[in-house]
């Protein structure tokens, strides 16, 4: 069974930083590219980034481009999220999300809150 | 990137049938037969319903179908259920090697 189970969110000030980490099991991590889709308390979906499965390639929202890095360890069948200088507006459930050979996501975790305030 | 067009609501009746819209432009949704539509419920993860314009993975109920005429792709319930009552999200693959959801769409099942 394909899990994806998100961690390290949490209450962080403006300007601070946090790290996500997903850790994937019942499949081939090494074999998937990956993503990072947010959701903003009672609002739709935003894509956030995206890294191919050997990490060749990595794109970003223009939203959160130079703030944030997403990053894999194959080794370890884990992604991550580098959240740097971070916003009000980067306050979200943050889903890790399996992206099979074609451009749309097949298997999503639960998310991780990640709540940007003072 | 702008979000995709959808209208914020749709509802119909057990047994009817309904469609979701969803709009953007010739550098995604009219550029490209990678759009997908998930299915989201309360409090719950996405769930993948169509993707590649049309297709539906397995284990996806055949009442759910999907296509694509320009710039706008729908999304069409068939023999609606209580069940399908959820929010549901188109999105499309961008020119710019990147993604776009749609705003979503509330679906209420009257």
């Known amino acids: 069974e394909v899990q994806l189970v998100e961690s390290g969110g949490g209450l962080v000030q403006p300007g601070g930083s946090l790290r996500l980490s997903c850790a994937a099991s019942?499949?081939?991590?090494?074999?998937?590219?990956m993503n990072w889709v947010r959701q903003a308390p009672g609002k739709g979906l935003e894509w956030v980034s995206y890294?191919?499965?050997?990490?060749?390639?990595?794109y970003y929202a223009d939203s959160v481009k130079g703030r944030f890095t997403i990053s894999r360890d194959n080794a370890k069948n884990s992604l991550y999220l580098q959240m740097n200088s971070l916003r009000a507006e980067d306050t979200a459930v943050y889903y890790c999300?399996?992206?099979?050979?074609?451009?749309?996501?097949?298997?999503w975790g639960q998310g991780t809150l990640v709540t940007v305030s003072s | 990137q702008s979000a995709l067009t959808q209208p914020a609501s749709v509802s119909g009746s057990p047994g009817q049938s309904i469609t979701i819209s969803c709009t953007g432009t010739?550098?995604?949704?009219?550029?490209?037969?990678?759009v997908s539509w998930y299915q989201q419920h309360p409090g719950k993860a996405p769930k993948l319903m169509i993707y590649?314009?049309?297709i539906r993975p397995s284990g996806v109920s055949n009442r759910f179908s999907g296509s694509k005429s320009g710039n706008t792709a729908s999304l069409t319930i068939s023999g609606l259920q209580a069940e399908d009552e959820a929010d549901y999200y188109c999105?499309?693959?961008?020119?710019?090697?990147?993604?776009?959801f749609g705003g979503g769409t509330k679906l209420t099942v009257l």
């Open positions: 999300a399996r992206e099979p050979s074609g451009f749309y996501i097949d298997y």
């Open positions: 019942g499949f081939t991590f090494s074999s998937y590219s």
């Open positions: 890294i191919t499965s050997s990490s060749t390639t990595i």
């Open positions: 010739s550098s995604d949704v009219g550029g490209y037969d990678y």
């Open positions: 590649d314009v049309s």
């Open positions: 999105s499309s693959y961008t020119s710019s090697s990147t993604w776009v």
